[in-house]
């Protein structure tokens, strides 16, 4: 029997890569698919892939993709996107969304104890006890999609079989450095959009795209990597290696040290999510390491790029903090995209809203919710404020 996947976000990057892998096998099959506002290419998705049913998240887009397509449902609006999860019979739901909007989706497929593949980190970093804990409660799997987690989680799924988990001491994030890596902070200054989109190994969305020059990813992904593996932050380091040829490695209390190579090509990680426990052929170059040469690695410079080291404190102050550097973040992000903030202003963004609304207790998810909509508010405000 086939595996029925819906698939969030499937006019993005992550997406588009998905829906490769699934047309690749013959034991996937796409029960839903969903975009924010691009619904003429999701239309042609679901009339590619024969699926049922579609959200868009856009209320007023979606009214025109009903009146498109009526070979299916269209459901529109957030609602419509959690109705989307509640109402496919899915297996297994692959979140793909950018930001903190993935949240509700992801706390929709655990409330439900549906196995949840996951790219949208950001659900994690905002929320990240809340979450395990709800898939705790209801049995439901997270497999991690993003590249670094998918090795770790691979890595770590072998020692279990054999010595159980005492036996790992770090988990070792690798970052690629971004296209900015080895610069100074004056020669930061004034970098435009474009230089910043262009990523040295990876392609991938905007936003991710940019978190990745400025090494907010990293520390996103540190944050995912913790509340993933149940890690403490003093054991989860962050080494630069910008071939990308390792994804990320364990080391152990004898000495050893376990990796995972390979080139880089998110449909690697998603296939594992999509088949796991099964493994399937993917069509990726060989890695032939005499090709590739000599592989490099140094450590983060954290005066050029602050976000890792405000990404940590943020973790450790615990709270909304982690959900308030998030939501900041995506607001700075996308002001410098759209040319309103430099490059620099957006460490300076995310340290002021921090400073500013500090950490809370989080009680419920609303608590979150909340504090995601004040932590906007707040980092609009001084993306005016560094403009000027
Ligand atoms: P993209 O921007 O390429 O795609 C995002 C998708 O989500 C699109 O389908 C978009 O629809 C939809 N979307 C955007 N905003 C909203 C919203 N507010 N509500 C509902 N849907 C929305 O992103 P990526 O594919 O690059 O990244 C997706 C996630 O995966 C991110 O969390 C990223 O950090 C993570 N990730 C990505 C990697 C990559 O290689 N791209 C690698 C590792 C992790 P529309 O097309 O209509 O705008
Ligand atoms: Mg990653």
């Given at each position: 029997m086939s595996r029925r996947i819906l698939l969030l976000g499937s006019t993005g990057s992550i997406g588009t890569q998905a829906l490769d892998v699934i047309s690749r096998s013959d034991d996937l099959e796409v029960v839903g698919l969903s975009a924010q506002s691009n619904w003429e290419a999701l239309v042609a998705q679901a009339v590619e892939h024969q699926v049922p049913r579609i959200a868009v998240t856009d209320e007023d887009l979606g009214a025109l993709a009903a009146e498109a397509w009526t070979d299916g449902e269209v459901l529109r609006g957030p609602e419509g996107l959690v109705r989307l999860v509640l109402e496919s019979g899915a297996d297994l739901v692959l979140?793909?969304?950018?930001?903190?909007?993935?949240l509700g989706p992801t706390v929709a497929t655990l409330g439900e104890g549906i196995d949840l593949a996951l790219a949208n980190k950001e659900s994690l970093v905002v929320g990240g006890e809340l979450v395990m804990a709800l898939a705790e409660a209801t049995g439901a799997s997270i497999l991690p999609v993003d590249s670094e987690h998918s090795a770790i989680h691979q890595l770590i799924h072998g020692e279990q079989a054999t010595?159980?988990?005492?036996?790992?001491?770090k988990l070792v994030l690798t970052a690629?450095?971004?296209?900015?890596?080895?610069?100074?902070r004056s020669e930061?200054?004034?970098?435009s959009v474009e230089q910043a989109l262009k990523h040295p190994t990876w392609a991938m969305g905007g936003k991710i795209t940019i978190d990745s020059a400025t090494l907010m990813n990293k520390g996103l992904e540190v944050i995912e990597a913790h509340h993933l593996?149940?890690?403490?932050?003093?054991?989860i380091d962050v080494v630069v290696h910008p071939?990308?040829?390792?994804h990320s490695l364990i080391t152990l209390v004898d000495g050893a040290a376990l990796a995972h190579l390979g080139h880089p090509d998110m449909r690697v990680p998603i296939a594992y999510a999509l088949h796991h426990p099964q493994r399937t052929e993917v069509p990726v170059k060989p890695l032939d390491l005499a090709e590739v040469g000599s592989l490099t690695f140094e450590p983060v410079d954290t005066d050029s790029f602050p976000c890792l080291r405000l990404s940590r404190e943020a973790a450790i102050a615990g709270g909304t903090a982690p959900c308030v550097l998030n939501a900041a973040n995506e607001v700075a992000v996308h002001a410098f995209l759209e040319g309103r903030?430099?490059?620099?202003g957006i460490p300076e963004v995310i340290d002021g809203a921090l400073q500013e609304l500090g950490s809370q207790p989080i009680r419920a998810f609303e608590t979150l919710y909340d504090a995601d909509r004040e932590a906007r508010e707040v980092a609009s405000g001084l993306v005016s404020t560094v403009t000027a």
């Open positions: 979140n793909a969304l950018v930001g903190s909007a993935g010595g159980g988990l005492a036996s790992i001491e690629s450095g971004g296209p900015f890596r080895g610069r100074t930061l200054e004034g970098v593996f149940g890690t403490p932050y003093e054991r071939q990308s040829i390792v903030l430099p490059f620099l």
